[in-house]
C-alpha cells in the first residue's frame, strides 16, 4: 500500500510539474490561423488529425552548418513534407499518412499570400499550395483531397528538426546498404549509424540515394519518425517533466501551430505516448496509381489512385487501424531483395534422400519463388550449401545467402536471373529474412513502427 501510494503522488505530482514547466512555452510558439473563414469543411471522424508539414526554412541555421550539412541556396518556401498523423480515440495508435510533395492536387480558390492576386480553383503540386495560400491553402486543399479534417496544423523547419534530435541524444537507423546523397552529403555505410540533427537532416532530405526519388525519401522518413517514436518513449523522456519540457522547447522553439494546439494538448500527447512502443505507431504513402502525370502549366507529378486512396482515408476518419495485427515472430534478418522477387532452383549435393524437398520446402515458407521441383547436384559429397547466381543478380543472391547462413556465394557469368542453391551436408534449416523496406514484400504498403526500427 505504501509503494503505491508513493507511486500514485509521484504521477500526480508530475503531471502538475509538467503543466507548470509547459504552460510558459506557450507564449514561445509562433502562432498561424490555417482555419481562418474555412467553410464547407469534412465531417470530423474519431481520434485527432494533426497535419505536420516540414518546410525548408533556414534562417536559423549557422553558416558553419550551411556548408557542413548541404543547406546552401535560397529556400523555396515550400513544403518538403507533408503527413497525416493521425492518434486513435484510445490514444493507443498512432497512423501517419505520407502525402507525396508532387501529388497532382487541384487548389479551391484563394488569394495568393505573396503577390495579393485572387486565384479561381486551379491544378497545381501539393507542395505549391503553400506557396501560394501558406497553410491555409495547405490545409483547405488536403482536406479537398482527402476529406479528412484537420485538427491541428504544425510546421516544422529545419532547425527545429536538428534541436529535437539533438536533445534526444541522436536516433538510431539501420540500413541494409551504403546511402550517399552529394547533394545532401549523406555518406552512410551498411550497418547501424546514431544520426545527430545535422545528419538526420540529410538522412530524411535525400532524394539521390537510388532511383525512387521522392518515394524512396518518404519511406526514410517514416522509417526515421518510427525511430524518433522508439527513441522518445524508450529513453525516460516522457516520464521526467523537466526532460518533457526540454524535448519540447527544441521543437517549440522554431515551429509554428495553429492557436489550439498549446500546453494541453502536447501534455495530452506526451500521455498517450508513454503507453506507446514502436509496434503502437504505424505508416504508410497514399497510393500512387500514376507516375509522371503530366499536366500543362504544372510539369510532371504524381497522380493518386484514387480507389484505394479513398479506401485508406476512409479508415483514417473511421478510426480503424491500416496494419493488420500479428503476433510477435522471431527477429527477421533484413535484406535488400524480398524474398518474394527472388527465383530459386534447388539441388540435392548429398546422398541423403528427401534433401533437395525439405530445403525447398523450408524456402517457400519463408516467401521464396522456388520452382518446386528440386533435382540431384552432379556432384553428391557436397559439404557446404552453395548459391551460384549471375553477378547481374547480386542483390538477390546475397539475400537469398542471409537465409541460408555459411552459405558459399559463387558467381556464374550468364546464369541469369534463376538463382540455384546446392544443399549441402551443413544444411540444418532456414533463416527468416525481409526486404529492408517491408512495403516491398507486397500487399497494402502499410509498416508498423517495429518491423522498420533497428533489431
Known amino acids: 500500500m505504501r509503494a503505491l501510494t508513493t507511486v500514485s503522488v509521484v504521477v500526480l505530482a508530475s503531471a502538475g510539474i509538467g503543466h507548470a514547466v509547459l504552460s510558459g512555452l506557450d507564449a514561445d510558439i509562433a502562432r498561424v490561423d490555417p482555419f481562418k473563414d474555412m467553410k464547407n469543411r469534412p465531417e470530423a471522424g474519431h481520434g485527432m488529425n494533426l497535419l505536420l508539414v516540414g518546410t525548408d526554412g533556414r534562417e536559423k541555421i549557422t553558416e558553419a552548418e550551411r556548408r557542413k550539412y548541404r543547406l546552401g541556396g535560397a529556400p523555396c518556401h515550400c513544403t518538403d513534407t507533408v503527413m497525416i498523423v493521425h492518434i486513435s480515440e484510445d490514444q493507443d495508435r498512432a497512423t501517419i499518412v505520407s502525402l507525396p510533395r508532387d501529388s497532382y492536387a487541384e487548389a479551391p480558390a484563394h488569394t495568393d499570400e505573396v503577390t495579393g492576386q485572387r486565384h479561381g480553383p486551379h491544378p497545381l503540386k501539393l507542395n505549391a499550395a503553400y506557396a501560394e495560400g501558406g497553410p491555409t491553402l495547405t490545409v483547405r486543399t488536403v482536406e479537398n483531397m482527402t476529406h479528412v479534417k484537420i485538427n491541428h496544423y504544425l510546421e516544422v523547419d529545419f532547425t527545429s528538426f536538428m534541436k529535437t534530435v539533438d536533445v534526444l ?236 547462413p555459411g552459405a558459399e556465394l559463387r558467381a556464374v557469368p550468364g546464369q541469369g536471373p534463376l538463382l540455384k542453391v546446392i544443399a549441402g551436408a551443413d544444411f540444418r534449416q532456414v533463416t527468416r529474412v525481409r526486404a529492408e523496406d517491408p512495403a516491398a514484400q507486397g500487399g497494402s504498403g502499410v509498416v508498423t513502427g517495429d518491423q522498420v526500427v533497428c533489431p
Open 169 to 404: 541524444g541522436g536516433v538510431r537507423i539501420c540500413t541494409a546498404q551504403p546511402l550517399k546523397d552529394r547533394y545532401t552529403g549523406l555518406d552512410l555505410t551498411a550497418g547501424s549509424h546514431l544520426l545527430g540533427g545535422g545528419q538526420a537532416l540529410q538522412y530524411v532530405r535525400a532524394r539521390h540515394t537510388d532511383g525512387s526519388s521522392d518515394l524512396g525519401r518518404m519511406k526514410r522518413q517514416q522509417r526515421f519518425l518510427a525511430a524518433l517514436v522508439s527513441r522518445a518513449t524508450s529513453s525516460g523522456v516522457l516520464l521526467n517533466p523537466m526532460k518533457f519540457r526540454d524535448v519540447t522547447r527544441a521543437v517549440l522553439g522554431s515551429v509554428r501551430a495553429d492557436k489550439g494546439f498549446g500546453t494541453d494538448e502536447l501534455l495530452d500527447l506526451g500521455r498517450a505516448m508513454r503507453n506507446f512502443s514502436p509496434s503502437s505507431s504505424e505508416f504508410t504513402t497514399v497510393p500512387i496509381g500514376q507516375m509522371a502525370y503530366a499536366v500543362k502549366g504544372v510539369g510532371s507529378t504524381l497522380k493518386w489512385d484514387e480507389p484505394k486512396a479513398r479506401k485508406l482515408f476512409e479508415a483514417v476518419r473511421d478510426d480503424h487501424p491500416l496494419a493488420t495485427r500479428r503476433a510477435p515472430r522471431p527477429q527477421a534478418v533484413k535484406v535488400a531483395v524480398a524474398p518474394q522477387q527472388i527465383r530459386v532452383q534447388i539441388e540435392n549435393g548429398t546422398a541423403s534422400t528427401g534433401l533437395g524437398k525439405k530445403v525447398d520446402g523450408a524456402l517457400a515458407a519463408a516467401g521464396f519463388r522456388t520452382t518446386g521441383r528440386p533435382t540431384s547436384a552432379p556432384d553428391s559429397t557436397v559439404r557446404r550449401t552453395v548459391v551460384t547466381y549471375d553477378p547481374r543478380w547480386d542483390r538477390s543472391a546475397k539475400s537469398l545467402a542471409a537465409a541460408l
